[in-house]
């Protein structure tokens, strides 16, 4: 199922959509995806942004490091993207302390965050979304961004750059075909952004969620997707369907 161009309606049917697709995505998580130990929950506020899903790890946390948890390995399967940027290891940072949110359910491991209209309306807006998701990342949390609205003035080479811009500033620019963005990002040992743009009527890449600093599974972003477009409204379906002037 393709991208649909949600710039065609109004923000509120972004908005069912979304919630459905998040939803989806928990249920996909849930289904087998996430290795014993681990559970995705919806809509949780960990003191950052307000996370569209949640990947909290109930393991208890051993000394020797993060062990096996039954996803892929970086070493041995390094995860795909059009761009790859690691961040610049600072010996202080490394030894910063790091903010381990902590949910009653278990540790923040994984935060999917679905960019809204609302996310981008104003500059205010923006800076808030930017500067939290940072914050995840700079506090050790794996993050994954999905963006599916073009570039604003205030966000002219999309979301990545701006939020990586709060980690190194590097020359970014997404390709003129190609801009929407899905991202994610790599929180430890070293800061590592996965970019893939994509466009209108692309299908959704399988980007990683990290589960430690080492392991990661594959997003479901398109078969979740399709289910919630299976499900939106028929008559609804046609204001995204038909063409453009239709």
Known sequence: MPIHDWTRVDAGLFHDFHQDWTIELRRSLNAGRLPPGFVALVEQQTGGPVPDVLTLSRRPRDSGGSGRVGGLAVATAPPKARFIVEGEEDDYARRANRIRIQHRHGE???????????????????????????????????????????????????????????????????????????????????????????????????????????????????????????????????????????
């Open 108 to 246: 923040v491991v994984a935060v999917i965050e679905i960019i809204s209209p609302g996310n981008k309306s104003s500059v205010g807006a923006l800076r808030s979304f930017v500067r939290k998701a940072s914050e995840l990342i700079w506090d050790g949390i794996h993050l994954l961004v999905v963006d599916l609205f073009p570039p604003s003035e205030r966000d002219p080479q999309g979301i990545h750059k701006a939020i990586w811009d709060e980690i190194v500033v590097r020359p970014f620019e997404l390709p003129a075909d190609k801009p929407l963005t899905v991202a994610a990002y790599r929180a430890t040992p070293v800061k590592t952004a996965y970019v893939e743009p994509v466009a209108v009527g692309d299908a959704l890449p399988e980007l990683p969620i990290f589960l430690t600093d080492d392991e990661y599974i594959l997003a479901p972003l398109e078969e979740t997707y399709q289910a919630s477009w299976a499900a939106f409204p028929g008559e609804l379906k046609e204001l995204l369907e038909q063409p453009p002037g239709g």
